[in-house]
């Protein structure tokens, strides 16, 4: 059974901090964890992925250099830290599984099967 838990959410001030964690239940050694958000009248867009057993990661060039995804593969968890955050950050982020993980790709919604509850990011200026 797949569950999908995200926490570290809130409000932080231009050039802060924050790390969101995605507890996970159900993965596979070729699951992709990606993370997207969606702003207020904004499409979902991708933000970072990796893949749960070799650990490649991927970013989207509006957040590289500034966010890192992790796995603690003890926890099963995977984290967002972002660093340098900016205004334009504020949204609702998503965790998703594409569980199969077999697509070379990784920043196709569609593509992921399972979807976490979202936890707002606001970055105030």
């Known amino acids: 059974q797949v569950q999908l838990v995200e926490s570290g959410g809130g409000s932080v001030q231009a050039g802060g901090s924050l790390r969101l964690s995605c507890a996970a239940s159900?993965?596979?050694?070729?699951?992709?964890v990606g993370w997207f958000r969606q702003a207020p009248g904004e499409e979902r867009e991708f933000v970072a992925g990796?893949?749960?057993?070799?650990?490649?990661?991927y970013y989207s060039n509006s957040v590289k250099g500034r966010f890192t995804i992790s796995r603690a593969n003890a926890k099963i968890t995977v984290y967002l830290q972002m660093n340098s955050l900016k205004p334009e950050d504020t949204a609702v982020y998503f965790c998703a599984l594409d569980l199969d993980g077999s697509r070379t790709s990784y920043g196709a919604e569609d593509q992921y099967d399972y979807w976490g509850q979202g936890t707002q990011v606001t970055v105030s200026s």
């Open positions: 990796i893949r749960w057993g070799p650990g490649n990661t």
């Open positions: 159900g993965l596979t050694f070729s699951t992709l």
